[in-house]
């Protein structure tokens, strides 16, 4: 495989990316980059964070509202969303519980089993407060 060229505008991306905990959609990224480069397209936003997540530097996340997210945290840990206000937020569970869930998986799988990630649904703090 090629040595990936450095390119200021995805180092800025995964910059951003590790700069923020609301698991930004594509466009949020881009209207946050161009800050730095304002001829910056938003294909280019999204072919980098594309190409962010297949490295493994990025995680993408699908969400129910058919929005991609995505996370610069790309150690495992599992998500929130919230079906009020649309919001993910990490969700840090200690890693022994999902090493038992991915054990119990696996002997029920036929086959290899070498990550998981788990989306739990409800209500945020905030919209609860709303109530």
Do not use: W
Request: aromatic residues 10%; charged residues 25%; glycine residues 4%.
């Amino acid at each position: 495989m090629h040595d990936l060229k450095f390119s200021r505008q995805r180092q800025s991306i995964k910059d951003y990316l590790a700069s923020t905990k609301s698991h930004p959609t594509a466009d949020t990224v881009y209207h946050n980059v161009r800050k730095k480069y304002p001829k910056i397209s938003l294909g280019t936003v999204y072919r980098n964070l594309t190409l962010l997540s297949d490295l493994g530097e990025a995680q993408k996340i699908s969400t129910p509202d058919g929005v991609n997210r995505f996370d610069g945290n790309f150690h495992p840990h599992n998500h929130f969303y919230c079906e009020e206000c649309n919001s993910v937020l990490d969700l840090e569970l200690d890693m022994i519980y999902i090493d038992r869930i991915n054990r119990f998986a696996a002997e029920k799988f036929d086959g290899v089993i070498e990550a998981s990630t788990t989306m739990f649904y409800g209500k945020c703090s905030d919209c609860l407060q709303q109530v």
